[in-house]
């Protein structure tokens, strides 16, 4: 996994470990055996593949999204893809939004490590946008496979 610059790669391996922490995190992930990295912007927003070994109710395939917004695992069925993973994120985050800014509850939704609350809404909804118009298109380029000398 390499980012555009030597920063940029720093702040990738700090997500890489930020995820796997998070779906660790989970008692139904025991540990996890594997990763790939799917695409990431450093401090911004990484999508990684996770192998995990867990409770057999649970897919042992993941992807896991993490950055400058709320960190999520997503399972492979709809999302074949790391542009997909993200997609389906998006997605779900704006029907957060939406339930919060209707005043309709949030607890059959998607969960949210944040507040229920305008503000929220507000700061998700504009990193969603981000995410739609400038990272997702950004995908779709091809990216070298190894890190360059220099």
């Known amino acids: 996994m ?3 610059d030597a920063e940029d790669t720093a702040l990738l391996k700090g ?3 930020e995820a796997r922490t998070y779906v660790e995190s989970f008692r139904w992930c025991q540990k996890t055996r594997d990763t790939w990295f799917g695409f990431g912007v450093g401090g911004v927003v990484a999508v990684f593949l ?13 992807w896991v999204i993490v ?3 709320p960190s999520a695992y997503l399972v ?6 790391p542009s997909a993973a993200l997609e389906t994120y998006c ?7 939406r339930a919060v800014r209707h005043g309709r509850p949030v607890d059959d939704m998607f969960p949210v490590n944040a507040p229920a609350d305008e503000s929220h ?6 990193r969603v946008r981000f995410l ?6 950004e995908m779709t380029k091809s990216r070298p496979d190894q890190c360059g000398d220099g």
């Open 15 to 17: 997500m890489l470990h």
């Open 76 to 81: 492979l069925d709809r999302s074949p893809s």
């Open 67 to 69: 950055g400058d917004l």
């Open 50 to 62: 996770f192998h995990i070994d867990g409770d057999p109710r649970i897919d042992e395939w993941l």
């Open 91 to 97: 997605d779900l985050m704006s029907d957060w939004v």
């Open 121 to 126: 809404a507000a700061r998700l909804e504009s």
């Open 132 to 137: 739609r118009v400038s990272i997702l298109p």
């Open 2 to 4: 390499c980012g555009d």
